[in-house]
Nanobody, 119 residues
Framework: QVQLVESGGGLVQPGGSLRLSCVDS????????MGWYRQAPGKQRELVAA???????IYAESVKGRFTISRDNAKNTVYLQMNSLKPEDTAVYYC?????????????WGQGTQVTVSS
């Protein structure tokens, strides 16, 4: 049973940084692609960044150059380093997994972590 637990959100001023973490308590992590999604009020959930089991990464255009996704297979953890945050980055951030990036999201959603960018 895969269980994903996100953490690291909070309130930050525009231009600030946050690092999100997602721990997988199941057993699929090292063989799975992992991704970060976000959902802002009134909007659909969207993929922000993803990393394949081999390390290939993809990013949404809106976050390229500002966000970095990484993974630590020994800790079953995927990270999202978010720099130069903007008010439009405000959302609940979720992680998910799949056999490959193209097959995500493939597991149950966690509770997410709220990111609020505001002065």
């Amino acid at each position: 049973q895969v269980q994903l637990v996100e953490s690291g959100g909070g309130l930050v001023q525009p231009g600030g940084s946050l690092r999100l973490s997602c721990v997988d308590s199941g057993s699929i992590f090292s063989n799975s692609a992992m991704g970060w999604y976000r959902q802002a009020p009134g909007k659909q959930r969207e993929l922000v960044a993803a990393i394949a089991s081999g390390g290939r990464t993809i990013y949404a255009e809106s976050v390229k150059g500002r966000f970095t996704i990484s993974r630590d297979n020994a800790k079953n953890t995927v990270y999202l380093q978010m720099n130069s945050l903007k008010p439009e980055d405000t959302a609940v951030y979720y992680c998910n997994a799949g056999r490959a990036i193209a097959t995500m999201p493939a597991v149950s959603w966690g509770q997410g972590t709220q990111v609020t960018v505001s002065s």
